[in-house]
């Protein structure tokens, strides 16, 4: 798709605001250079200027790179932040005190006040700094159970409301205040390009303007604004804008990948979030993961340096992501000397740290840093700690009562709720329901709140919750029967959409269905898609909205998802079909807006409009407003209110997943975790199929064991572990069948990473099936054996070798079985099918 830069709009909204490079040596900023020039936002405080020199000055080269490192809460115990002098410590998604998923505000703020004493300990002859504690709230303080959760960002860039934006900052600083913790990882400023990204929930648009009106928004709401007395004051947090720059942009919408972009876009619309931030006063920033043509962000030193703290004015400091110093060239995760002398201040290492540190102080013993590097990291740490009030422990919130979970911080979040759905479509003015109807609520999403609420809440993908994780909350069936009970109507929940002659009082068949469906909850990479088609390859979603329209009844969808997708057939089979994005904990927001009250009249309109283009073929990424061949089924800026009379074809094209653009893709099957259409199944002889949905699986003996572990990032592998009972396997499946001749046609290769952890001491089988008789594999037993254990490594397999024993690939129902008949353990990782490369494959089936 060709692309062209709006640069010419872009410039005036910011007001005035070669692939493969190694080096940043050629860039420098000149007066011509797209960056805006930019003052500090805060004028420096003499007072604090001369506090931080002194205390610098007692400060032992121990102390200094002490506050150079960020631990996790597993990780680091108060003694050790006594010890080494920590500067920071955070609590990662799914880290609570005590290891207590259920921990109460109050076993928050004693920990945080434990951290707080040792920081201050003397006792060793050190100097006093407070450790400065962070966390990612995201949507509000989302790893504490019962508090209130904000639609993700994506929602919020459809409401069209910085002041909202500006109140949901508040209340979120109000709620993290309690627990006391001092430091939010948010807002993220991200401006996406590709949808398939796993982190496009939470960015607010493909538009910078919209991105750099809520990032000003989002930190004043946070931070307070620069010029008030409220600026950093005990009901206030440091925010940490992230990810500092180009996150948004990379190829293919890659998480932690590489971003082509030239430096006029990173400037122009990468850098709108931030140019706000900073205005604002945002007083630390986050690198990014991804790279900028071949560089690193953790140890770019001209985007960290000589643009960030130099031409865009910041005086505050860089915080890393998790681990991501171990990503820069030459460096690992226990030794980065690299990322601190590229302008980075604070490494976040939760786990590894205390090999960090010791490599780090070696590193600056020897001069590998400059003292002035390492003064000037330690300086813009204390500057911001003194800036917060954190040497005084300012604190008037922390433990108080009334304020986790509010009824006025859950009425601003059901305000968001309503202002964030975007009406896609309302033919025949389905929309809004008279709740004196008899209302069907079908879909695995009606009576959902982890579902609704996706990634980043109370664990880091957000699965594993329960309704009963979410008290106070309310979903979006429940608010819809209290709406509807309360006119006299009548709502029964049916998630497969089945219902008899009694399920109504007085009815045979309901009214109309409320269909509420979408993308299960993901976070970052595992949140990575290859296609936007929705359900590629299951649409068992589909099969239910069809199955309601077949009986004559009218159906509306409320469709869940981080992102726009290609949903071409599920909008041919509706009615009405609603945007709902992630809204969070308030659910009953949906409700206010699609039903009347008793008395017909409209409660609340539909005012929320698309901050992204939304697909009209599947193929259609990126899509953002300004391309040269823009061409979206609904624009930028579409949303339909309740006095449009608009009629959307139900004949959309129906034409999914296949090529882009002419070339055929490789198929994911599983990176970081099972790709749709395909799921992770552990087969042990005698028993039933269990399919691996968390991050462990086993079988009741334990024969077979799978678990997440770490290949490059945070659970992006699985291992698995047989225990040599009897024989059992793994398997990718699909619910239905899939052609995969493609592949094989193109003379296509099985490939997968792969990690052996001992020599097998018995047969190892990989395997292609395509239903009951129609199975084909090879042994492994020799090919593993000639592998160095411990060490990552990929093979292929020549598509042929399955083929020729029988497979059909029109059919495929799974598309890689490995068994074992005696005790192995295997990881794996990034297993595809790869269009081409028989001819290399690991192993090939000539003849």
């Known amino acids: ?99 207590d998923k259920f921990a109460k505000p109050e076993d928050w703020l004693a920990l945080a006040e434990a951290y707080h004493r040792a920081s201050m300990d003397t006792s060793d002859g050190g100097v006093a700094i407070p450790v400065l504690w962070g966390s990612d709230a995201v949507h509000g303080h989302n790893n504490v159970i019962g508090a209130t959760l904000f639609p993700h960002n994506i929602g919020l860039g459809a409401t069209r409301d910085p002041q909202l934006i500006r109140r949901i900052g508040e209340a979120t600083a109000r709620e993290v205040a309690v627990t006391g913790i001092d430091w939010t990882f948010a807002p993220t400023v991200a401006v996406v390009r590709d949808d398939r990204w796993g982190r496009t929930f939470e960015s607010y648009s493909e538009y910078p303007k919209i991105v750099r009106e809520y990032a000003r928004a989002m930190v004043e709401g946070i931070q307070g604004e620069k010029s008030s007395a409220e600026f950093l004051g005990g009901e206030k947090l440091i925010s940490a804008t992230k990810h500092f720059i180009g996150d948004g942009g990379t190829d293919r919408g890659m998480d932690r990948g590489d971003t082509p972009a030239s430096e006029e876009e990173l400037a122009e ?72 002398n590229a302008g980075l201040d604070m490494f976040m290492v939760p786990s590894d740290w205390k090999a960090l540190y010791e490599n780090t102080l070696a590193q600056a013993k020897s001069g590998e840093i400059p003292t002035s590097r390492i003064d000037d990291a330690v300086t813009r740490i204390l500057r911001v700690k003194m800036r917060a009030g954190l040497f005084e422990r300012n604190k008037p919130l922390a433990g108080a009562t009334g304020i986790l979970g509010s009824p006025e911080h859950r009425a601003i979040a059901r305000e968001a709720v309503r202002k964030s759905l975007v009406l896609l479509k309302n033919n025949g003015q389905l929309l809004p329901l008279n709740p004196k109807q008899k209302i069907l609520v079908a879909g695995d999403g009606a009576d959902n709140i982890a579902k609704q609420s996706g990634g980043w809440t109370i664990s880091w993908q957000g699965t594993g919750n329960s309704q009963a994780d979410f008290p106070g909350a309310t979903s979006i069936y429940a608010g819809i029967k209290t709406a509807v009970e309360s006119a006299g109507g009548e709502a029964v929940l049916s998630v497969d959409g089945e219902f008899s002659a009694d399920t109504f009082t007085d009815a045979e068949r309901p009214d109309v269905a409320v269909v509420v469906f979408g993308e299960d909850p993901y976070a970052e990479w595992h949140g990575d898609i290859t296609s936007l088609e929705y359900q590629f390859g299951t649409k068992t979603d589909l099969a239910l909205l069809k199955k309601l329209k077949a009986q004559g009844i009218p159906v509306v969808s409320i469709f869940i998802s981080g992102r726009p997708l290609w949903v071409n057939k599920e909008l041919n089979a509706s009615d009405a079909f609603v945007a709902a994005w992630l809204p969070g904990s308030e659910g009953a927001g949906v409700a206010d807006v699609i039903l009347t009250d008793a008395d017909g009249k409209i409660r609340h309109d539909f005012t929320g409009k698309l901050s992204f283009s939304w697909p009209l073929l599947v193929d259609q990424t990126p899509l953002n407003l300004g391309d040269d061949d823009y061409d979206p089924l609904f624009a930028y800026g579409y949303g339909l209110t309740y006095s449009d009379k608009v009629e959307i074809a139900s004949d959309l094209t129906e034409q999914g997943e296949s090529y882009a653009e002419g070339r055929l893709e490789d198929a994911w099957m599983m990176v970081w975790r099972p790709r749709a259409p395909w799921n992770l199944v552990l087969l042990d002889e005698g028993s039933a199929p269990i399919e691996v949905e968390g991050n462990v699986a086993e079988s009741s003996d334990g024969n077979i064991r799978v678990s997440a572990i770490d290949m490059r990032n945070q659970e992006d592998a699985r291992l698995v572990q047989w225990a040599g009972l009897r024989p059992g396997g793994v398997a990718l499946r699909a619910g239905k069948p899939q052609d995969m001749s493609r592949y094989l046609e193109s003379g296509g290769t099985l490939s997968l990473k792969l990690r052996l952890d001992e020599e097998p001491r018995g047969e190892v089988r990989a395997s292609v099936g395509c239903g009951d008789d129609c199975t084909g594999g090879l042994s492994l037993r020799e090919s593993l054996r000639q592998l160095q254990t411990q060490e990552w490594t990929e093979m292929s397999i020549d598509l042929q070798c399955f083929a020729k024993q029988g497979v059909d690939f029109s059919r495929i129902e799974s598309s890689l079985l490995l068994e074992s008949d005696e005790a192995l353990s295997l990881a794996l990782a990034d297993i595809k099918y790869v269009p081409g490369g028989a001819d290399s494959a690991t192993l090939r089936c000539d003849g």
């Open 269 to 340: 619309i990468h850098a709108a979030g931030y140019i706000a931030a900073l205005e604002a006063g945002v007083q630390t920033v986050m690198a990014s993961f991804n790279s900028w043509k071949g560089v690193r962000l953790h140890g770019h030193k001209y985007l960290l340096t000589d643009v960030l703290k130099g031409r865009l004015g910041f005086d505050g400091f860089v915080v890393g992501d998790w681990n991501g110093h171990r990503f820069v060239e030459g460096c690992t995760l226990e030794s980065c000397p690299q990322a601190i």
């Open 1 to 99: 798709m060709k692309k062209r830069l709006i640069a010419p709009v872009i410039a005036a909204l910011l007001c005035g605001c070669g692939t493969g490079d190694k080096t940043t040596e050629s860039h420098t900023v000149t007066d011509n250079s797209p960056w805006p020039k930019l003052e500090p936002a805060l004028a420096k405080d003499p007072e604090i200027e001369k506090r931080i020199a002194a205390l610098l000055a007692k400060m032992t080269l121990e102390e200094k790179v002490g506050q150079l490192i960020q631990a996790e809460i597993k990780y680091a115990t108060p003694e050790d932040v006594k010890n080494y002098h920590l500067g920071s410590i955070l609590n990662g998604g799914g880290t609570y005190p005590n290891n």
